[in-house]
């Protein structure tokens, strides 16, 4: 049963901290997507890339964040320093571009004290 | 730029019928996403329209008028697993897929 796999599922960190979240997405997948979900904003895009290139990180901020796919089957956000108005659910979600649908992974629930 | 709007909140009867509207402003729209997302999971797939009209799948139905703007998703025979948020999303040139907040629906017996 494939699957988007995201580790670690929680994280627990203290204020300017680098906290690294990876992502393997599904095999013979070309897209990914990185999302950050809050209450009060619902499912933010932060980045995605199509086959390894990144097309959009618009919405990053771009002095603390950055993501990266090193090869096919890991895609990695990292956040240097972390912040408390971080913590959120980050989700990664795959697909195979064009029109296909988006399968998402667990998330990290990341909380920055 | 990209709007997406939908309802924070509705509540609907089990056995009911429930519509959830969303309206959306993007440049170089290409379709329409529904996911549905129970609380603490991640979101699933409902259904994706790319031309106007109605698909229906089930108990659950997508659609969407793109002169508008406009995509409602019509949930049937409402049951207490159906409580959940439920995600529109536009997807739009250079592969760009954006959601909107999500409308959490609850489900009352």
């Known amino acids: 049963d494939a699957r988007v796999t995201q580790t670690p599922r929680h994280k627990v960190t203290e204020m300017g901290q680098e906290v690294t979240m990876r992502c393997q997405p599904i095999l013979g997948h070309n897209t990914v997507f990185w999302y950050r979900q809050t209450m009060m904003q619902g499912l933010e895009l932060l980045a995605y890339f199509r086959n390894r290139a990144p097309l959009d990180d618009s919405g990053m901020p771009k002095d603390r964040f950055s993501a990266e796919m090193p090869d096919a089957t890991l895609a990695t956000l990292k956040i240097q320093p972390s912040e408390p108005r971080d913590s959120a659910v980050y989700f990664c979600a795959s697909g195979t571009g064009g029109n296909e649908k988006l399968f998402f992974g667990s998330g990290t629930q990341l909380s920055v004290l | 730029g990209q709007n997406i709007d939908q309802p924070t909140e509705m509540t609907a009867t089990e056995g009911a019928i429930v519509q959830i509207n969303c309206t959306y402003q993007t440049s170089g729209f290409n379709g329409l996403f529904w996911y549905q997302q129970h609380a603490g999971e991640a979101p699933t797939f409902l259904s994706y329209?790319?031309?106007?009209g109605l698909e229906e799948k089930g108990r659950f139905s997508s659609f969407l008028s793109r002169s508008k703007g406009y995509s409602y998703l019509l949930l049937k025979e409402l049951q207490m697993k159906d409580s959940a948020s439920y995600l529109c999303?536009?997807?739009?040139?250079?592969?760009?897929?954006?959601f909107g907040s999500g409308t959490r629906l609850s489900i009352r017996p």
């Open positions: 999303a536009a997807y739009s040139s250079a592969s760009k897929i954006i």
């Open positions: 329209n790319v031309l106007d």
